[in-house]
Structures are given as C-alpha cells and as structure tokens.
C-alpha cells in the first residue's frame, strides 16, 4: 500500500513540478469537455421540460389527414368524442405561426375555461375581452411589450390585439415567443372558423389505447356516404415514443461532431502529454536506471492520469455550471438550442445530471491514457541510456 | 510529502467536494421545479413544445411532433435529399417521423375458375 502511496506522490510532485505541461493539458481537457458537458445538461434541462409538455399534454390529439400531413379538423367531431365512454374532458386547440415583424411566433388558441387562476404571470393578467392575449417574456422583452399594448399581425391586420398579460421568463423555453389568445380569436385571426389545429381529449386512466383505436375505426366508418379525409389520432404511447426517440443523442448530429471532435483530441493529447517530449523521456530514463521498474512507471504515469482527470473534470463541469447558471449559457446556448440568438430570452434549461458528469472524468481519463501510456511504455521499455540520450 | 502536494491535494478535494455539493444543490433545484409555472403552463396549454427548439422555424417536427410529425422540409429543395431546416444542424434533440404501418391486406379473394370454364364479363 505504501508503495502505490509514494507513486500516488510522485505523480502529483510531477504534475506541481512540470507546470506548464500540467496546464495545458487540464486546458485542453477543459476545451474537450466543457461543450460535451455543456450540451448534455441542456438536453437534460430540455429533456425535463418536455417530458412536462408530454405528461401534461392530453391523452389524445385528433387531426385531420390530408394528403399525408396534419391538417384542421372540424369542430363538429367535438360532440361525438364527448359521446364516448371513457371520456373526461374534450376541447380544440389552434397552433399556428406568424411574424412578430421579424420575429417568428408560435400562436396558441385555447378555450378561456382551460386558464386556471393558479397560473403565475410576470405582468398584467389573463383574458377577459375580445382580443386580449398574452404575450412571451421573449417578445415583450424584444419589443417593450407592456400591458395595455395594442397591435396587430399582417397575417390578419384587421384582427386587433391587446397585450393582457406576460408570460414569466422561466415558464418554458417554447413559452418565450407565444402568443396566447382565446380560441374564438385565433379563428379569427387565422379566419379558419370552425376549425381546430387538433381536438384534445382526456381520458379516465387506461382508456386511451382503446378510444384512440375507436376513434380511428369508428369514426370513419360512422357514415360511409359522406366522403372525409381520414383522421390521424396520436395517443400518449406515440407521444413519449417521439420523445425517447427525439432525445436519443445517436440520433442526433451532435454526437458525431462529438466523435469527431474526441478522436481529434487524442492526437492531440498524445503531443501535449509526452510523446517526443524529450525531457519526459530522460525523466522515464533516469528513473529506471535508478531501479524502477517498467510497471512502477507505468503505475505512476496513470495515477499522474487519474490526478490530471480528476483535476480537469470537475473543473469543465464546474466552468460549465456557471456558464449556463451565472451567464445563462451567452453566446454557446445558441449552438443547442435553435433560433434562440446570442442571449437566451429565457433562462436556458439546464440540468447536471451525476451519470454524464461521470462520463466527463471517464472521456477524461481514456483521453489522458490513450495519450501517454503507449508512449511511456515504449520509453520504459528501452535501455536507460538510449532514453536519456 | 512536500507542501506543494499536500497544498495540490487540498485543492483536488475542494474542488470535487465544490463539483458534488454543485450537482446535488443542481438536482434539488430541479426536483422543487416539477410542482412550478411549467406544470400549469402546459396544462393550459395541452401540451406545447418538445425539442430543442424555440420557435417553429421550417417546420413543426422539431418544436412539437404532436402538431406537425411530417418533416416536410426533406421534400424541397431537393426532394427526399437533405434538410436545410437550421433546428437539424446543431440541436441536441431530434424529432423524426415514426413509421406508422398503414397497409393493410384485404382477405384472399374467392378462387378463380379453371381455365377454360371461365365466363365472359359482358355476361
């Protein structure tokens, strides 16, 4: 045990002793890791915020099919999926978008019923007129929006809005750019009357598989004359499957950026931490003259590994979490999350989680091993005095 | 043990006990946040948004599945080639369409007679 203590020793006296090679190998770990850590805690942060979205969505989504692609359904499918058993709650919904003059913006209509009076807003307050709507932090920021403001869309300039009330900036990051208004006023605005973007329906526990199926049979089949495009029904299943697969990162081209990025550093690494170094060399030469063995070397060079990783790890993680937390991730969210800008109008999600801040030390640790250890068992394998040469 | 490394070891366990306190001070934030706006929002709201995404620039797939699962921006400007929609470039979510098996085989039809006992159509 002493022994593995002395080379424990020795490997931290000679990362104190070679400075300038010990730092620069903890900044390039850094640089390595600080975006990989960077965009795991937001994905995990986004992750977070839509498997919100997901469970407090409805059970099921109802949509027209045309030709392939969603598309409006009639309200007078609202009765009938009021009629079936099982059901607890049905209502339309309109999502659409439009420009904030150069700013796009999700436009939400919901049923005025469906607010609830818990529901917390940085200024102003819900609905009550025709008109009224209530605006993102992003875009009130953006655009100085207050309460009180009146405005119209070019999409329909006919159709005048009053700003009601401001979302908080930390609602949801797909909060800061919408537009909430009542139903009957995004029809208008839309001039889609009749229509809904999707009905949601909410069922009593365990009913969705099969009413989603009902729905899908019966409705089409409830009166064969009258010729309708078909319905497309999502139910809660689909949903979470868009959402395990959405964040699975092998699906995503951030991980082979990453690969890339990774396989680039261990060449890197391997320059930087010792190979053709040639005072790393005599080091390793004088050292085995003196009686070390090629394992004691090879010992010391990995606990001097493991001392550099477990440096360099929590440092990125730590950089990374005052980055995202102290400075809202400025300037690097944007490469995560699109169509945000240089300044996130909206705190930037952001969750560390233990597993992927391991992960960091083990990249860390493989980097610093692929990088020396080859090159140190080459050198302590030679005769002393051809490695001090 | 020199002072140096004695100073370099302090340094290496405050810096990770700094990293452990971080992560878990980290996770309560976020277990205390489930009960928050984002669960009435979204109540509200029935569900909006789920990638990386703000806003639904190209196309809906990316923002929310549920409002648009058909990634039509593969269809132009080259149709089936690549997506120029900037959400697929550098997010870290992505939203593809699920195949959804929608062909169905009717029953086998009756067995046709042998030839030569066939009758003509206009009969």
Redo the contacts between chains.
Sequence with gaps: MNKHLNLL?TA??N??RNKVRSIVLIICLIAVLFPFIT??S??EG?????L???????DI?VTMDYF???APISLDYLDRFRKMEGVTKV?P?I?G?AYFTN????I?G?LPE???K???LAQGGIFHEKGDVIVGG?LAKEFHLQPGVRFSLSINTSKLLRVAGI??S?????????I?MSFEDASEFFKMKGKA??I?IYTRPGYAPFLAKEIQEKMETSNPDQIEPPLRV?DKV??K???E?????K????TALYTVAFALAIPALLIVSGFGQTERRKEIGIIKATGWQTQEVMEMVALENL?IS??SA??A??MA?AWLKLFNGAFIAQ??????GLMA??PVPS????LP?FFAFLFAMVLTMVGSLYSTWKTATVPPVEAMR | ??R??RF??LF?AV??A??IL??TL??YS?KRI?S??????????????????????WN?I?????????D?STLWPIPGGYSYG???????????E?PVNQLLIPPSPQPSPLKGEEKPAYR
């Excluded at chain 1, 919100?52 to 409805?58: C, D, N, P, R, T």
């Excluded at chain 1, 930390?170 to 750019?177: K, P």
């Excluded at chain 1, 699906?251 to 951030?254: H, I, K, N, Q, T």
């Excluded at chain 1, 969750?351 to 233990?354: G, K």
Aim: a negative charge; one cysteine or more; proline letters at 5%.
């Design positions: 020793f931290v006296e990362i104190v965009a795991l937001i994905s986004i992750k977070f915020q839509s919100i979205s997901v469970e407090e969505g409805a989504y392939g692609s969603n209502f919904r999502v978008r700013r796009l913006a999700t939400v919901i469906n607010i609830p818990s529901i917390h992003g979302f908080d930390d609602t949801t990051i797909w909060s800061a750019n919408l909430l973007t999707d949601l999502q689909l949903v499957r868009y959402f697969r959405g964040f699975n990162y699906a995503g081209v951030f001392v477990l440096t929590p440092l993680i730590l979490m490469f995560f999350i699109a169509e945000i109008p909206f969750r560390f989680l233990p801040c | 043990m020199s140096k490394i370099y070891f290496l810096l990770i700094l990293t971080t992560i980290d996770q976020w489930q928050d706006q984002m669960v009435a929002f979204q109540r509200m709201v029935g569900g909006v948004g789920m990638g990386a995404i703000s806003v639904p620039v809906f990316n923002f929310d599945p549920r409002i648009q699962p058909i039509d900037p959400d697929r470039t550098a997010t870290v979510s992505y939203f593809e699920i």
